[in-house]
Structures are given as structure tokens and as C-alpha cells.
């Protein structure tokens, strides 16, 4: 599949690269200390171009570009630690983005919330999702804020919108009203490195390890960890069979997702486990050894660990909810996000199919629902859709008016029938 | 006369009916559910009462194919269909076939995607919000662009009209006047009541865990004056907050004691509303240990709540200015609650409305109200009564609760 999606980036950017256009790409999502959700994704799209584009991709924060060689830096650390002081201090800045050239389109591709608005010739926008419009009230105000203060602008100064899924390329439509032909939809994609994969493996050779199940990702509300605690307060004979261990970083409101205190002796004898932040190593790693991973978030624009997940070889109990069941595929089992004996089913349902069909047999399932999600299919959709508006732009041809998205002041509104 | 499939036009074929409104999805086991296992906690006003009004008054056709679902923006895919039908012993019922009526407000509007979505709505924001941020639908005047507005409550015709994204029609039918209160001809149930507390000894634990136990309280002075102050809390820029500290500044001066009853109401969600008020009265209020302990914050569920507070003989002070404002008026005066509203100029309200409009309590002060929301902070330059209009008020609400007493004892 890797092979397939490569060649398939290859011609798309050979393509792209006949327009005569130049491909810019935002790496302010990349200043991040610690890259998890969107600065992997941005971090994904940027391997993948720079696969294919090199020294012809370039890299901007604000109106600067930036350095290459301290992006690579940046991505082989995944930390923007350094990235971040040196753009502070100057040391990888260069100069600033070249003003408009005839016959050259300035192509600029925004992983997340836009930093410059109508600064290129042709404007794409990576929309992870819409939750905090839709449930804000598992955000706290910061995040809202930040999101929907721009959402309107960045998406009308953008020629084409890239949606991580189809539900959220549905809800962009259905909020939004958004000209569904603007909008497109491009899976992130997954790729662990061969040395944490052998690294894992090398760990238990044998593949007998003390079965658990993990629960992956930032504990907030709408995460909805606290089903999951509610499950094994209700049905505690659970925590004999299999260790529950809890992988990611407290988030916010944490007031609906602490430990209850009829679970605490359970933390304490070691049957439910809180990890904290792991390295994108040791996620692979405990995942990897997992019976099966939980996820009952109650809202997504993606599912990112699902997919995770699948890609380890270990199955996914998921939430039915929003983007997830596109991700998840036939290896995963679904479940109603508020019901714990729904929840309790499911896990029983996959703990079954591992004793019907065998570790093997799963582990190669989920493997091929994995497969197709690949950073290079992701930036080769982004190509494919891009290339023709190069093309358009640079042969003269009028654009289309880029405000689709618009409200309507009272005074303009028709009256109601 | 019941809402009738009529009404709906063309979407009376549909095999289901998914109403939803805000509120904690934690109260809820499954993600559709049966309408016999809604967990409202307040049922008087706000969009609780208008959803239960809606289903009250609809015919029984209608009735037996509605369903609630607690959070309906999570369904994308034909699988989570797929399941929540199964897991309420439905057949399935593919997604554009049914029908989704949300209640809750503008600001609240939500999708469920691909199915016919319509918006029943009681709010009218009228008023010019600033907000510091540019959230979409912070005006209270912007609907999401795949919704209808199937009906309304009450609106006065040619102004404040609601939008969608994209500026295209809503079309909009007026809610029969029988869903106004067809809820509250219901037969009483076990765990209807009116729950009140001293606003010191509020908790939020207890308020958002559902019907309460253990912490009624009722004005115990049966002939002291109540005061009944609705209070939105959806509605961020309220002047209610300030409306009470303003009463009780009043308190050593010569007028008529009187008892305020805050009714929060369309929570949970800005229940910090509630704290907030509790830091003001704590700090701004000079009389504040009096306040804590003499003005109530209740909640209302059912037919026997709504007689324990109409036996405190009651005259409700309702924000004039609150979007849900006309509907919260005229759903205290069918439940024979004297209303005075706060603000509108009455003979603009008289001209534009249909019915009699109630009496009215000129602002004569402003106020500028500045607060956080789930949409940034926002702020209102909103008119306000004075020290001589409050007095003047709480004068006229002895007369109104008087009246009001006199007609009960002659019926």
C-alpha cells in the first residue's frame, strides 16, 4: 500500500509541479513542545511533501519563511521546542514570502487555524473539526475562542477546504452552508517508524503479556473517559480479567473525568492504570500489547486514535459517534457513547472474536483497515485538488468568488412566508 | 386544539420524530431514548417547557413517534443510526427519512445531519450585542445553514428575524397557542415539585444531578409579597443579576417587604451563571448575609409545582429584554401568574402584538452588562429600572398579587 500511495504522491506532485506553481506550507502548529493531534498531522503532510517536493516546498510562520533544515530538525525531534526559540532568536527565519510573480501561482496549504489570511495566490485549509461550535461546552472558553473566532474568515479566504472526514465535511456543510464542491475530504493518515515497531515486538516476543485494555487520549469531557469509569464501577468483575490503563494527559474541566472513589482501591492494587503523557514510542508499545483499545469520545472530526490503534494490530472498541465508524472499519466494535451496558457488550464482543478467530487473524485485520491511511494519500488528495486551481490561476482564468460562506444581516433577510 | 401533522406539511411522513434540546447528556443511558425516560429538572419555562408543551399538545399519532435524543450533532454514519435504533428496541429508520426538531434557542441550534432538521423557537434577540469575539452564532440572530424554522412562539412581525448561514428563507409557522400549556393540564406526577433554597445554601452538585431531594424550602411568611424573578440563563447578558442586588439595596427603605424567588431557568449548561451571582451578592451586596438568606432560587417540575408557587401568590418581574422573553410572559399568564415585564415601551408592545400586552415597568437607568459565555465575552448596554421605578414596581406588584388573590378567592 505504501508503494502504491507513493507513486501515486509521486505523480500527483509531478503534476502539481507542471502548473509551474510553488507549494507553501504553515508549520505554526509545529512551536508546540509536545506534538500530539494537530502538529502530528501538520508534521505528517510536511514529510510527505517534502518527499516529493524537497528544497521546492517551502515552510512559513506569519509572513516569514522558514528555514527547511530546522523544520527536518523539528520534525525529527517532534518537538518544537527548538523550532520555536529558533524562530524567537531570528536563526531560522529567512526572508519574507515573495510578493505575487505572473504565471506563478503562490499555492499555501494551512494544517489548522490560519495564521495570514489572503497572503498567496490560492489558500487551503485543513478543518479538523467543528466541536467547539457544535459542543462547546466540553471546551473551555480559550479553546472556543481561538477556533470560532476565526472559522468564518479562514474558511471564506480559503479556495478549497480539506475536511479530515466526511462528517465533518457534513457538518462544514450543514452549519456552514459551505458549496459542497469547495470541500474535500482527506483521512489523516499514520505511520510509526520501523525501529518503535521492532521495539515493541522485542519487548514480548512471545506476544503473552498480562492482558489490558488501553483507553488512549487526552482526558476532557468530551472524551467521555467517565463512561468507562461508570462501566467498571457497574460491572467491576471486568477489572479481574484485564488491567483498564488510561494513556494521555489530564486536558480540562477535570471535574467530569476524575476517578471515582468506589474505583480508587482498584487504582491502588493496580488494576486501573493512569500513564500520563507517553512518547509516541511508548504509545505504539502499549498499544501494541493492548487486548483491544476503548474510545468512547462523544464527538470527533477524525478519531486519530482509533487509528491508531488499528494500525498497532489492536482492535478498537469505538463510539458510533460522528467520524469514528469511517475510521474504524469491520476489525473495530461500536457502541452507544452513553450507554455502559452498551459499552460492556462491545468489549465483550471483541474479546470473543479474538478467541473465535484468533490474535492473528484480528491483528491482520485491523492492520489492512489501517493500511490505506497514509500521509502521502493525504497530501496526494491535497495535490490532486490543488492542481487544477494552480492550473486555472495561472492561465488567467477569472476565480470564483471565494466568500460562499456568508450570513445575512437582518436587515437584508427576506421575510418569512 | 393539538399541533397537528399538518403543520409539519411535508415532512408528515415521517416514520420518527427526534426532538432534542441542550442539556448534560449524562442523565441519559442510550443515545435515543423514549420520551417516557426525558430527565428534565425544570419544567415551567425555557426550552424544557416548550418541548414538553410541543408533545402535549400533539396528537397521539405524532406522540407515539417521537423520540428524545440527548445529543443528536454526534450522528453522521448510517451505524450510529443504526444503533441507537437497536438499542431502543426500534426498527431502524434511515437518517433522511426522520424528522429532527430542536428546541433550545439560536444560539443552541444544532443539526442532526441528513435528516429534515427544524428549529421550534421562543427567542427573539433583539438587542445589539458586543462580543469580543467572532463566533459565529454569538448574535443570538444566525442560524446553522441546514435548518428550517418550523415554528415560532410569539415574534413581532418585521423585526428581529432569524437567519440562516447563506441568508436563504426559513420558513416559519406559529406554535398553536395550545402548546403553551398543554403540559400543565398533565396529571400530576410523583416527582413534580417546586424546590427552593436560600441562594446562600445553593449547591451546584444537587442542582444539576437531577429531581432534588431534601432541599425544598418554601417562603415560610405565606403573607409576605413574593416576587418572582425568571432568569434565562441562556441568556448571558441578563440583567436579573443586577436587578436583584438592586431590590434588596432597597430593603431598609419604606417599601412594602417583599420575598425574590430567583427561577433559573434552561440549565444546566451556564449554571456558573448561578456562582457568579453568589460572588456578586457576596461582594457588591452591603446587606449581603440578609440577601443569602432571605431570596430563594427554586426550580419548578409539573402541574403540583406550579400550585405551591402560585399559593405564595407571586407577581413575576420578567426581563423585557430577554430574547424568550414574550413567551416566558405568556406562559406565567396562562399559569395565572400576574406578569409585570421590564423594559419594552408599552405602546410599542401594544402596537406590534396581537394579545394585551402585560403591564410594563419602564426602565428609567442603563446598565452595561459584560460577561463570559460559551461565545467569548460579550457585553449590552441594557436599560434598567432605577431605585424610584423599583419602588414604584414592588408598589404596583402588591396591587397586581392582590388582584390576583381576590379573583382566585372569588373563582
Not at chain 1, 486555472?392 to 456568508?406: D, Q, Y
Not at chain 2, 427603605?253 to 457576596?282: E, T
Request: include cysteine; glycine fraction near 8%.
Amino acid at each position: 500500500m505504501n508503494d502504491t500511495a507513493n507513486a501515486d504522491l509521486a505523480l500527483a506532485a509531478a503534476r502539481f509541479d507542471d502548473t509551474g506553481a510553488q507549494l507553501f506550507i504553515d508549520i505554526s502548529t509545529l512551536l508546540e513542545d509536545h506534538w500530539t493531534g494537530i502538529p502530528m498531522v501538520a508534521a505528517g503532510l510536511a514529510d510527505a511533501l517534502d518527499s516529493v517536493f524537497g528544497d521546492k516546498l517551502a515552510y512559513f510562520c506569519g509572513t516569514d519563511l522558514i528555514s527547511p533544515r530546522a523544520l527536518r530538525d523539528a520534525r525529527a525531534r517532534k518537538s518544537g521546542v527548538f523550532l520555536n526559540r529558533d524562530i524567537a532568536t531570528g536563526d531560522a527565519r529567512l526572508e519574507p514570502i515573495p510578493p505575487p510573480t505572473p504565471g506563478r501561482a503562490r499555492v499555501a496549504l494551512f494544517p489548522s487555524v490560519k495564521t495570514l489570511r489572503h497572503g498567496f495566490d490560492i489558500e487551503a485549509l485543513v478543518v479538523h473539526d467543528v466541536s467547539t461550535l457544535v459542543t462547546p461546552q466540553f471546551h473551555i472558553h480559550g479553546n472556543v475562542a481561538h477556533h470560532m473566532d476565526a472559522i468564518i474568515g479562514d474558511i471564506a479566504s480559503s479556495d478549497l477546504v480539506c475536511a479530515v472526514s466526511a462528517a465533518t465535511r457534513a457538518d462544514l456543510i450543514a452549519y456552514f452552508g459551505i458549496d459542497p464542491a469547495r470541500v474535500i475530504v482527506v483521512p489523516n493518515g499514520v505511520s510509526t517508524p520501523a525501529h518503535i515497531k521492532i521495539a515493541a515486538d522485542s519487548l514480548a516476543p512471545d506476544g503473552k503479556v498480562e492482558p489490558y485494555i488501553v483507553i488512549l487520549g487526552t482526558r476532557e469531557p468530551r472524551k467521555n473517559v467517565s463512561l468507562v469509569f461508570d462501566m467498571l464501577a457497574r460491572f467491576p468483575d471486568m477489572l479481574r480479567t484485564h488491567r483498564y490503563v488510561f494513556v494521555g494527559r489530564l486536558g480540562w474541566l477535570e471535574e467530569h473525568h476524575m476517578l471515582p472513589k468506589a474505583l480508587q482501591p482498584h487504582q491502588a492494587a493496580g488494576r486501573i492504570v493512569f500513564t500520563g503523557f507517553v512518547t509516541e514510542s511508548q504509545k505504539y508499545t502499549l498499544l501494541h500489547h493492548a487486548a483491544a483499545s476503548l474510545y468512547p469520545s462523544l464527538f470527533e472530526g477524525f478519531g486519530l486514535p482509533v487509528l491508531e490503534s488499528l494500525a498497532a494490530g489492536t482492535p478498537c472498541v469505538a463510539s458510533f459517534s460522528s467520524s469514528i465508524p469511517e475510521v474504524s472499519g469491520g476489525p473495530a466494535c461500536l457502541f452507544d457513547p452513553l450507554s455502559t451496558t452498551d459499552l460492556q457488550r462491545a468489549i465483550g464482543e471483541i474479546l470473543r472474536r479474538r478467541q473465535v478467530m484468533g490474535a492473528a487473524a484480528i491483528r491482520d485485520a485491523c492492520l489492512a483497515q489501517a493500511a490505506p491511511f497514509t500521509w502521502p494519500a493525504a497530501a496526494t488528495r491535497i495535490l490532486n485538488a490543488l492542481t487544477p486551481l494552480a492550473a486555472g490561476w495561472n492561465s488567467g482564468k477569472k476565480r470564483k468568488a471565494r466568500g460562499v460562506v456568508r450570513s445575512t444581516h437582518l436587515r437584508d433577510a427576506p421575510r418569512p412566508r | 386544539m393539538p399541533v397537528s401533522l399538518e403543520e409539519l406539511r411535508a415532512w408528515s411522513d415521517a416514520p420518527a420524530f427526534i426532538l432534542s434540546c441542550p442539556g448534560p447528556v449524562s442523565r441519559y443511558h442510550a443515545a435515543i431514548v423514549p420520551l417516557a425516560q426525558l430527565a428534565l429538572t425544570q419544567s415551567l419555562l425555557g426550552w424544557d417547557a416548550q418541548m414538553l408543551g410541543f408533545i402535549a399538545a400533539s396528537d397521539p399519532g405524532l406522540r407515539a413517534r417521537m423520540f428524545f435524543a440527548p445529543m443528536p450533532e454526534m450522528f453522521d454514519s448510517p451505524e450510529s443510526l443504526f444503533g441507537a435504533w437497536r438499542a431502543v428496541g426500534q426498527p431502524a429508520h434511515r437518517a433522511g427519512q426522520i424528522v429532527h426538531l430542536r428546541f433550545g434557542g439560536a444560539r443552541a441550534a444544532r443539526v442532526l445531519k441528513n435528516a429534515r432538521n427544524g428549529v421550534v423557537m421562543a427567542d427573539d434577540e433583539r438587542r445589539a450585542i458586543f462580543g469580543k469575539t467572532r463566533h459565529p452564532f454569538a448574535d443570538g440572530r444566525t442560524l446553522p445553514a441546514a435548518v428550517n424554522r418550523v415554528f415560532v412562539y410569539e415574534r413581532d412581525k418585521g423585526r428581529g428575524e432569524i437567519i440562516r448561514f447563506g441568508g436563504l428563507p426559513a420558513p416559519v409557522t406559529m406554535l398553536p397557542d395550545a402548546a403553551l400549556t398543554a403540559d400543565l393540564a398533565l396529571p400530576a406526577t410523583a416527582d413534580d415539585a417546586f424546590e427552593a433554597v436560600a441562594l446562600g445554601a445553593y449547591q451546584p452538585g444537587p442542582w444539576t444531578a437531577g429531581p432534588p431531594a431534601g432541599i425544598s424550602r418554601l417562603a415560610k411568611d405565606a403573607g409576605m409579597r413574593t416576587l418572582l424573578l425568571p432568569w434565562n440563563l441562556a441568556d448571558p447578558v441578563s440583567c436579573v443579576p443586577d436587578l436583584l442586588l438592586r431590590l434588596y439595596a432597597l430593603r431598609n427603605a419604606s417599601v412594602p417587604r417583599f420575598r425574590a424567588i430567583l427561577l433559573p431557568f434552561n440549565y444546566p449548561g451556564p449554571l456558573g451563571l448561578i456562582r457568579a451571582i453568589l460572588r456578586r451578592v457576596k461582594n457588591d451586596a452591603p446587606n449581603a448575609a440578609h440577601v443569602l438568606e432571605d431570596a430563594l432560587i427554586a426550580r419548578l417540575r409539573g402541574k403540583r409545582g406550579l400550585a405551591a408557587l402560585q399559593r405564595l401568590n407571586p407577581v413575576a418581574w420578567v426581563d423585557g429584554h430577554d430574547p424568550e422573553a414574550n413567551y416566558t410572559a405568556r406562559r406565567l399568564t396562562a399559569a395565572n401568574i400576574p406578569v409585570l415585564l421590564i423594559g419594552p415601551d408599552a405602546a410599542e408592545a401594544a402596537s406590534t402584538r396581537k394579545r394585551p400586552a402585560p403591564a410594563t415597568l419602564a426602565c428609567d437607568a442603563r446598565i452595561w452588562v459584560e460577561t463570559p459565555s460559551l461565545f467569548g465575552t460579550l457585553a449590552v448596554d441594557t436599560p434598567m429600572l432605577s431605585a424610584n421605578a423599583i419602588s414604584a414596581g414592588i408598589d404596583q406588584s402588591v396591587q397586581l398579587a392582590r388582584a390576583q388573590r381576590q379573583a382566585r378567592e372569588a373563582v
